[in-house]
């Protein structure tokens, strides 16, 4: 393939729609969970325009809406207003979508992205609006079904300005933008059901060119690597359209897993005109300066305090990126850094970023007590149980297990290290005539033989030995020999 990064400049900016975490609909009653819901059974009139109805706005809705607005460091509109934006599609029975296009609650903001090599990009917020989702079509060759499951559940579209400029800043925005919405509590995040999805703007221009090229815009993106992989993929076709001498067409594009692939859903030649209009339905939103203090006063810790909180901690970043997939093991981590210090949080850090499994959807249930893991760490600095152990046993307390010492003696996982004990039989591994080639070695230099009188010292102690001091012991006796 073609590097065209040294001949061309991409330029992308991301607009996210975020599922707010309310237990009913925006402007409905109806349950706004409809994970797995037989088609069309979350749904109440409202949501199917009937004649009559009227909206009634969900009031955690803007609560949520104000919480995220500190996520993104931005101001909040004391009077905001809803809108219709009008266009006809079975999924949409009233014939509009209500949205914000004029006065957002959510004005401009920003965040500071971390990229891999250490370094950030900061990306501007142009703002965030309050709008209700449209139902969803399932095609079937010459029909098409429509669920209504999804109409009117409340979203906040978060508009990003252009300023990311490869598909790595593109996947650090968006991961950062899900940690920061779900930390806050504004969204479940449940990227599988769509609870967060992206829809990336990019286009192409020559290198130093002062005028953006023309964009398309992917959407529906519902994970951080198909942000990245749509990203690569989009920038090299237009590229390669360019170097034919081709245009590109604004359009809207999808995009494949499978196929890695984007293609062409429908044509955006021209601006389209939904005549938006103030929804009359809907009074003005009013949030008094007192108001949006204190529900923002409720929004707990967010990635960008805990990094700062583990500043000293001096471990790789890839450990905390671990601990930051989930908000449960940053509380963890930071409770045990609060009552046990570096070297115990170091230690617990390490252990989730080692041996726990975690993905874009979060992580399993976790259960432990900071006192249970202070109690091993406190065990592993007295040399009682080996590494391995104490990853099995920390294993077992994020299950839910507790008791550490106990766990470890019912396992028999407790590591000797009584001297005497341990000397004798390092005494009988080396008397025993298997052992002398290994001595031999170890004598003429070829330090790898210990390895073996180790291991024999480890089974006879039934894996009790402390390996440590085992090995000295070892070295000890043959230079003395």
């Known amino acids: ?191 599988y059901h769509g609870n967060m999805r992206f829809d990336v703007n990019l286009s192409v221009a020559p290198k130093g060119s002062s005028t953006l090229g023309t964009r398309t815009e992917t959407k529906n993106l519902n994970s951080f690597r198909s942000v990245e992989r749509a990203a690569e993929y989009e920038f090299y076709r237009q590229c390669e359209l360019l170097e034919q001498g081709e245009r590109i067409v604004q359009e809207t594009r999808g995009w494949s897993d499978d196929t890695g692939k984007t293609t062409s859903q429908r044509s955006k030649e021209d601006a389209q005109d939904y005549r938006y209009m103030p929804d009359a339905d809907i009074p003005p939103v009013i949030l008094e300066h007192a108001f949006i ?48 210090g570096l070297t115990a949080a170091k230690r617990v850090a390490n252990w989730i970023a080692s041996s726990l499994t975690i993905d874009e959807a979060g992580s399993e249930t976790m259960n432990a007590d900071v006192a249970d893991l202070l109690a091993l760490c406190a065990m592993v600095d007295a040399n009682e149980v080996s590494s391995n152990a104490a990853t099995e046993l920390f294993n077992d307390l994020m299950a839910g297990a507790c008791d550490p010492r106990v766990l470890a003696e019912q396992k028999g996982l407790l590591q000797n290290s009584d001297e005497d004990a341990i000397g004798a039989i390092v005494d009988a591994v080396l008397a025993n005539p298997a052992s002398q080639k290994a001595v031999e070695d170890i004598k003429s230099g070829n330090d790898k033989a210990i390895g073996f009188l180790v291991g024999q010292v480890m089974k006879d102690s039934k894996g009790q030995a402390n390996p440590a001091m085992a090995q000295k012991l070892i070295r000890d006796k043959i230079a003395r020999s």
Not at 9 to 31: R, W, Y
Not at 115 to 132: K, M
Not at 296 to 318: C, F, H, I
Not at 333 to 340: E, N, R
């Open 293 to 340: 203090e204190k529900v923002q006063a409720t929004v707990p810790k967010l990635p960008s305090e805990y990094r700062q909180e583990w500043s000293e901690l001096a471990v790789d970043k890839s450990v905390i990126n671990s601990i930051l997939a989930d908000q449960q093991y940053a509380k963890l981590v930071s409770a045990v850094l609060a009552d046990g």
């Open 1 to 191: 393939m073609t590097d065209f990064h040294d001949k061309y400049d991409m330029t992308i900016g991301i607009e996210c729609h975020v599922q707010l975490a309310t237990k009913t609909k925006l402007f409905s009653p109806a349950d706004n969970d409809a994970r797995d819901a037989v088609p069309n059974t979350k749904t109440h009139p409202i949501d199917f325009g009937l004649p009559g109805m009227l909206p009634v706005l969900n009031r955690e809705a803007v609560t949520l809406a104000v919480k995220a607005a500190k996520a993104l460091n931005a101001d909040v509109a004391e009077v905001s207003r809803f809108d219709r934006k009008h266009y006809f599609y079975p999924d949409l029975p009233n014939g509009y979508q209500i949205t914000q296009m004029y006065h957002p609650t959510i004005l401009e903001g920003w965040i500071d992205a971390p990229l891999e090599d250490g370094s950030s990009v900061r990306v501007r917020i142009n703002h965030a609006h309050i709008e209700s989702d449209a139902g969803k079509l399932t095609h079937f060759g010459g029909y098409s079904l429509v669920d209504l499951n999804r109409a009117g559940t409340p979203l906040i579209e978060i508009v990003s300005e252009a300023d990311i400029h490869s598909p790595a800043e593109a996947r650090a925005y968006a991961t950062e933008l899900y940690r920061l919405m779900t930390y806050a509590g504004v969204t479940h995040g449940d990227l």
